[in-house]
């Protein structure tokens, strides 16, 4: 009756037994992973770069056609900051850059000016984006931005501009305002930050009810405030012309100014 019960336990010794080579392999294996896991953190693409969120300029020509809420755009690709404005169609938001002085866009040969981030950088950054809480200027300017400065008439500033200081409680600390004349006498706000390393100067210009374009340059060229205001209208005006003319295939439309560039102001 013994021998039954030895065969049993030999049985059972040979089914839990490992061949040698398993915790070798085993070991190879998560030493393998752990250093690709390691490569893909420190030297792969972030996630923002999958999806096309981080900033990649192209010097290609080709139009790349945008729909920003009801704004349609015909954009230059080597205008767009990130790739995924490339695929075209409908955007919540639209992120460009050009170099001042002339809005001139990407080219590999200007590589080293647009990734420039000093103070003196001349990379100028826009946004087109939806929007539900700006108002135009005016409003904007009385309602939100009067109220949390210290001198309510302001300052005769530099360059054609009204100068106020914000109060420190207020959530404008360590900026500057400057307000200027806009198109059809609207007033141009430029928020300017005071201390580095920011040192942006940025304007916001409804386009329609629903969109709103932002834009923001260097403090160091706020003395061609009203040039780079004329330009980036006058750029972001092209586009949409290029858009409609793409729309009605070939026939220019006019597009007609946003309400603020007429200088009619929101309800």
């Given amino acids: 009756m013994a021998r039954p019960q030895n065969q049993s336990r030999q049985r059972q010794d040979e089914v839990v037994e490992r061949p040698p080579w398993l915790i070798p392999v085993v070991v190879a294996v998560g030493v393998i992973t752990f250093a690709a896991i390691f490569l893909w953190y420190y030297v792969g693409p972030s996630t923002d770069e999958l999806l096309g969120l ?25 205008f767009t900051r990130f790739s995924a404005a490339r695929s075209g169609g409908a955007k919540k938001r639209v992120d460009l850059h050009a170099l001042l002085p002339d809005l001139d866009p990407f080219t590999e040969r200007q590589r080293a000016e647009f990734d420039r981030s000093d103070p003196m950088s001349p990379v100028l950054h826009i946004r087109i984006a939806e929007t539900d809480s700006v108002l135009a200027a005016q409003p904007r300017l009385e309602l939100i931005y009067l109220p949390a400065v210290t001198n309510h008439e302001g300052e005769e500033g530099p360059f054609g501009l009204r100068h106020y200081v914000f109060r420190n409680e207020t959530g404008f600390a360590g900026q500057d305002m400057y307000v200027g004349v806009g198109p059809a006498n609207a007033p141009a706000i430029l928020l300017c930050a005071r201390d580095a390393p920011l040192l942006w100067c940025r304007r916001e210009i409804l386009l329609s009810e629903t969109v709103v374009l932002r834009y923001r340059f260097k403090r160091a060229y706020l003395a061609d405030w009203k040039e780079i205001d004329d330009g980036v209208i006058a750029l972001v005006a092209g586009f949409r012309r290029n858009a409609q003319a793409d729309a009605s295939s070939g026939a220019r439309t006019s597009v007609s100014a946003p309400e603020e560039l007429r200088g009619e102001t929101a309800d």
């Fill in 54 to 78: 981080a900033p990649e300029a192209t010097d290609q020509v080709r139009e790349v056609q945008v729909t920003v809420g009801d704004v349609a755009l015909s954009i230059p690709a080597n």
